[in-house]
């Protein structure tokens, strides 16, 4: 049975602040629409974070307008961070441990066929989940690939979001769909733009995943 995963999994306020944080902590003079679109939430709620830290002294706001402002991490909020980032640590590691057993198939695929660079097509939660495994694994997720507007140019796990258009030549071993519910319209897609090497999740009657190999001429096969 699968155990309940942990809050860091879904979007939560935990996260929401763990990436704020870290965000000032790289770059304090960033702005609050560059933080609404690296986190993917809309400006209101950024300045609502941002007001909760200053007042809880988390951080502290210097400048005296838009142009000149930036965050420092105080103390408490380097505290915080450091807590966050441990929660966080804490609750990938259980998600990888339960996410290895149900993949486990996938690797070994990929493993047999020597794959060592590959993009992601979705970047949602199975897409994450997919991207920590694969990163664990030593694989290079040269990037995701999604169609959706406001996701393009973001990053998840690190990654970067490019649109499918993007994507040329032909250096990569693979193009996994990472997504189950809407893998037949992606890989439609992926076909239409000349994507080849594609590939999507299969789930057996007992619960296991396994990829299966789709050719670009229309027909498909299971290696």
């Excluded at 973001?154 to 990472?178: C, F, H, K, M, S």
């Amino acid at each position: 049975m699968y155990q309940e995963l942990g809050s860091f999994f879904n979007p939560s306020p935990e996260m929401r602040e763990l990436n704020i944080l870290q965000a000032i902590a790289e770059n304090p003079s960033i702005s609050q629409e560059r933080l609404s679109r690296e986190i993917g939430i809309v400006p209101s709620m950024v300045h609502r974070y941002l007001s909760d830290f200053e007042r809880t002294g988390l951080i502290a706001k210097i400048g005296e307008n838009r142009r000149t402002m930036s965050y420092i991490l105080l103390d408490e909020g380097r505290v915080r961070l450091q807590y966050l980032t441990v929660a966080y640590l804490a609750d990938v590691a259980k998600i990888y441990a339960q996410s290895r057993s149900v993949f486990g198939e996938v690797l070994d695929f990929i493993s047999a066929r020597d794959f060592e660079k590959v993009y992601l097509y979705g970047a949602g939660i199975v897409g994450k989940m997919v991207s920590t495994i694969l990163l664990y694994e030593r694989i290079d997720v040269l990037g995701f690939i999604d169609d959706a507007d406001f996701k393009k140019g973001t990053q998840v796990n690190g990654i970067v979001v490019l649109e499918p258009e993007r994507v040329v030549g032909n250096e990569y071993d693979a193009v996994i769909v990472a997504s189950f519910a809407h893998s037949a319209s992606i890989l439609s897609k992926a076909a239409a733009i000349g994507l080849n090497k594609l590939y999507s999740f299969e789930i057996s009657s007992k619960g296991r995943v396994s990829l299966k190999e789709h050719k670009t001429n229309g027909g498909s096969e299971n290696d």
